[in-house]
T-cell receptor, first 112, second 113 residues
């Protein structure tokens, strides 16, 4: 069975500072990995995805994530955050079955 | 706008009543998914359709829940005899085909009193 663990429920960070949101997954088969973002009062939006190939994946809004198979991790990073990045971020995994299993989310607070 | 739409956006009902939600996917998307999100949790998969065929149902989906996609376009999710534990955000998503990006709608927030 697949599962996703987001290690931090909330992450406060100062504006223009770097941020890393951590995600670990477990799966017995090859997986596809995703990060979704949910801005206040809005629907889920795909930030980036890893299907195969390069382990460093670049997404929208300056975010990137690195797939590490040996550590079963898919951490999300941004070198300099902006107040508009305030949102909840969900790591997710999918196998060939296509349904998505989401983590519990990490709320990113940007401090002025 | 040609995104995924859901109706209604909010629903308040009394325990024991039946409710029905509608999802209109992006046109030509043949896959449609339903998820449920409760406070402080990530979305949980409920069921999905390939065209009009319902291919999988989660064990989370009790007998009180039923979903249809009669013509392979819009879908409805019905909850019979609602319980307070059904209070959640119900999300719909669609994709063009398997393994493609799922596009999510804004959700229907259900409150059961």
């Amino acid at each position: 069975a697949q599962s996703v663990t987001q290690l931090d429920s909330q992450v406060p960070v100062f504006e223009e500072a770097p941020v890393e949101l951590r995600c670990n997954y477990s799966s017995s088969v090859s997986v596809y990995l995703f990060w979704y973002v949910q801005y206040p009062n809005q629907g889920l939006q795909l930030l980036l995805k890893y299907l195969s190939g390069s382990t460093l994946v670049k997404g929208i809004n300056g975010f990137e994530a690195e797939f590490n198979k040996s550590q079963t991790s898919f951490h999300l990073r941004k070198p300099s955050v902006h107040i508009s990045d305030t949102a909840e971020y969900f790591c997710a995994v999918s196998d060939r079955d296509d349904k998505i299993i989401f983590g519990k989310g990490t709320r990113l607070h940007i401090l002025p | 706008d040609t995104g995924v739409s859901q109706d209604p956006r909010h629903k308040i009902t009394k325990r024991g009543q039946n409710v029905t939600f509608r999802c209109d996917p992006i046109s030509e998307h043949n896959r449609l998914y339903w998820y449920r999100q409760t406070l402080g949790q990530g979305p949980e998969f409920l069921t999905y359709f390939q065209n009009e065929a319902q291919l999988e149902k989660s064990r989370l989906l009790s007998d009180r829940f039923s979903a249809e996609r009669p013509k392979g376009s819009f879908s409805t999710l019905e909850i019979q005899r609602t319980e307070q534990g059904d209070s959640a955000m119900y999300l719909c998503a669609s994709s063009l085909e398997a393994y493609n990006e799922q596009f999510f709608g804004p959700g229907t927030r259900l409150t059961v009193l």
